[in-house]
């Protein structure tokens, strides 16, 4: 980025500058990793399947030509899009948690624009596409990345709305749709961050931001317009009800099917790691206002805290309290912590020049994420049971295999092979009874089928795509099929992760 301590800050050229280089990072790597097993694996199969409009019902989403009802379909619906637009690759498939990167730094523009000047809006931008939890989150497919960027510009609009004014309702509403678009993304989770920041407003007294949120009728608007697809799922699939309310809303509470466990102050210690580098410029500033906090009165301390680092902290807790654990669930608590950064810094009078300690930090941060995406590609393989399939697959087509076994589920292994993939003795993945286009038998095999459907293929190769952890001590089918292959004295193909060996 120029040097800008010369010329009025921040200027025109400034945020040119800034956008320029925002992109330029974000966009660095995008496409040049394989997708990351299960999760990007899963959605980007979803995606594609719903792109498959003469097979299955646009309106429920599909897994391996099974019905999958775990997350609203709004994330399907973009990627399916983006490979109809783009084509079917990792960079296409990664466009939505781009555009959802891209609407989280709006909203951090308008809300910390709004509360503490252009100057502060300007670093805020930078400290968040710079924290490398949000720089990792646009480069991999998820439903987080999305959601905090419409949960995110769906704040910046609702404080946009100032009571009393003629737009201000235009505002609000649009804040109301962005919230509710969040919903369809990942249903329950939307409501964390209103929670949280709901809570931080009140604790810290801030009625006049309050009074433009408006978070009770918000709330109700959100479930109203939020509802539609789970009404018209259950309406065609009444088992759903159940599976709606007790694996999905209390089973994420009291403990997730999927086993998504860490213990209690799991999402604050990925908060001290994955929110750097940022988070430590809060220290100082903290240090320098105890004295006065502690010897003011009770309503003088909840008014002197800032409300956005209490709205960070809340989204951590809330997260800390339910049962289901993963990294990425904080996000949407990141952009509130680098608007509390981003303020700091305006006050200090900083511009963007590398003799400054704020450009030093940034400068050291974007080196270290453009080094992460050069190594990824190096790595994606050999990453346990995150790895990527893409290697170990374009080696068996390499090696001209019509058929693919895997002894683990890998999502991903569908979209670079294509359909002549079966997993075996996988959990029923069975969510109803009556999707449309569903074909459970396509992909999923009993551990009784393995054998008899390998040796009737008389005509294709088949090869067995074997995790490294169960080289040592494999399941009795896969025994089998390795102790009969073609060419019994063979060594396996190993690639990363991952063994490879021809059973027919």
Known sequence: MPNLSQSPFPNRNAWIGLAIFVALLHLIGLG???LL???EGRYANM???WTEFDEHDWKEPVLSDVG????????????????LAFGRSEFSARLPSLFGGFLTLAGVVLIAGRLHGARAAWWSVLVTATTFQFWALTHLLSPDMLLCGLVTLGTGCALQATPGKRHGWLWWIAGALFWSLGWWTKATAALVPLGALTLALLITRRWDLLARLRPVRLFLLILLLGSPWYLLMVSKHHELWDFFFHRELAGRVTGHADGRRGFPGFHFAVALGFWLPW???LISPARRHWQTWRSASWAEKCRSLPWEVVAALGVIAIFSLVSSKLVTYILPGLPYLAIAVGSVIARTDAVFSFRQWPARIAGIATLSLIATALVMPGIEHSLSRNSSVRLPIAKAQELDARWLICDEFWPGAEFYFGEFVWFVDVKNLMQVESTRGQVPAKHFLSKNQVEPLVNASDGPAVWLLQYRGH?????????????????????????????LWRVR
């Open 68 to 83: 999958h009802y775990d997350k609203p379909p709004l994330i399907y619906w973009l990627t399916g899009s983006s490979f």
């Open 471 to 499: 080289f040592q001590n494999p399941q009795k089918w896969a025994r089998k099929l390795i102790a009969t292959r073609p060419d019994p004295d063979s060594e396996p193909i190993q690639v990363g992760d991952f063994y």
């Open 32 to 34: 040049n990793h394989g």
């Open 279 to 281: 988070w430590p410029v």
């Open 37 to 39: 097993e299960p999760d």
């Open 47 to 49: 995606a594609a399947e």
